[in-house]
C-alpha cells in the first residue's frame, strides 16, 4: 500500500554527562550500530543526521547535554517494532545510566505528507503541544494516536509500549 502519510518521532534526552565523558562512552560505541539497524528496518524512510551519521552533535538549544533523535517511518507499526522489538530494546534498557529522568513528555508522534522531511523546530513545536495539551491529532504518542489525515492506520490498534518499554524503574 502507498501511503500519502508517514509517521514522523522525535524524542529528546539529557546525557548525564558531555558525551566525550567516559561514563557515556557504551552510548555512544552503540550509535552507529543502531542508528544502521534503524536504517535497515522495514518502513524506515529518514533520520536526522549530520556528517558523522548520527545528530548527537548538532545542539538545537542552549543545553549541550540535550539530545534530539528525530526520524520518520512507514507506519506506527513498523516503529514500534524497531523501537520496542529489535536490539534497540537492550540499548534502551541502560538508558537511566546515560540520560536524566525525564519530567514530562519526551517523545512525540506526528503524520507528515510522504516525501517531506519534517524540521526539528517542528518537532520541538509538536512536543511542546502534546505536553501542554496530551495527546490530538497534531501531536500523539505511541499508547494514543490518532488516523493520519487520509484516514490511514484508522484501524486502531493498540500499541501499548509498557510490556516492551523498560529502562526508567
Not at 501542554?132 to 491529532?137: D, K, N, S
Request: charged share 25%; proline share 7%.
Amino acid at each position: 500500500m502507498t501511503r500519502t502519510y508517514h509517521l514522523a518521532q522525535m524524542n529528546v534526552a539529557t546525557a548525564r554527562y558531555p558525551l566525550t565523558d567516559s561514563r557515556m562512552r557504551d552510548f555512544v560505541v552503540r550509535l552507529d550500530g543502531i542508528n544502521g539497524l534503524a536504517e535497515r528496518s522495514p518502513g524506515f524512510v529518514w533520520r536526522l543526521k549530520d556528517e558523522s551519521g548520527n545528530a548527537t552533535d548538532i545542539q538545537f538549544t542552549d543545553d549541550p547535554n540535550l539530545i534530539v533523535n528525530m526520524s520518520v517511518w512507514e507506519s506506527p507499526e513498523v516503529l514500534f517494532e524497531f523501537v520496542y522489538r529489535t536490539a534497540h530494546t537492550r540499548v534502551m534498557a541502560r538508558r537511566r545510566e546515560w540520560f536524566e529522568r525525564p519530567t514530562e513528555a519526551f517523545q512525540v508522534l506526528w503524520w507528515v505528507p510522504a516525501g517531506r522531511e519534517p524540521t526539528v523546530e517542528e518537532g520541538f513545536a509538536r512536543l511542546s503541544h502534546l505536553r501542554a495539551h496530551g495527546p490530538t491529532a497534531e501531536a500523539f504518542t505511541f499508547k494514543e494516536r490518532f488516523p493520519s489525515p487520509a484516514g490511514e492506520d484508522a484501524d486502531g490498534q493498540e500499541l501499548a509500549p509498557e510490556p516492551y518499554c523498560v529502562g526508567w524503574s
